[in-house]
């Protein structure tokens, strides 16, 4: 069940203005201002899709998931209209007092592969 050290594909999102500005908005800020930094949840969380959806050595139960911590560290913001592209790895696959606890990593990378960002995600799946 352990997949502490396994790296998934590469997802690339598209920063698109129309859903930044949409963004931007629901969350009171100025969509003029450009990509809010917690947009990142949008770019870079999908990197968590093929570990939580499809893998079927990961195992997540997610009905049982329990989306814990979550921060993020930017090198920079990306703009819109922009191309990034998020890689994700698991850090760490630890079961305690029958509770599983995923550390997750992505790394985000904009175009000609400079760095946006870096997010660490803990998941913790009840028994």
């Given at each position: 069940m352990g997949v502490e050290g396994k790296t998934y594909p590469a997802v690339t999102s598209v920063i698109e203005p129309e859903r930044v500005a949409a963004f931007a908005r629901a969350i009171g800020a100025d969509p003029a201002a450009g990509v809010p930094p917690t947009f990142a949840a949008v770019y870079s969380l999908g990197a968590t899709a093929p570990l939580l959806f499809g893998d079927p050595e990961a195992a997540v139960d997610f009905a049982k998931l329990l989306h814990a911590d979550q921060e993020f560290e930017w090198d920079r913001h990306?703009?819109?209209?922009?191309?990034?592209?998020?890689?994700?790895?698991?850090?760490?696959?630890?079961?305690?007092?029958?509770?599983?606890?995923?550390?997750?990593?992505?790394?985000?990378?904009?175009?000609?592969?400079?760095?946006?960002?870096?997010?660490?995600?803990?998941?913790?799946?009840?028994?």
């Open positions: 990306p703009k819109p209209g922009e191309t990034v592209t998020s890689q994700g790895r698991v850090v760490s696959d630890i079961s305690r007092r029958g509770m599983r606890f995923l550390t997750f990593e992505t790394h985000t990378r904009g175009e000609g592969g400079s760095s946006v960002c870096r997010s660490r995600a803990l998941f913790v799946i009840r028994s």
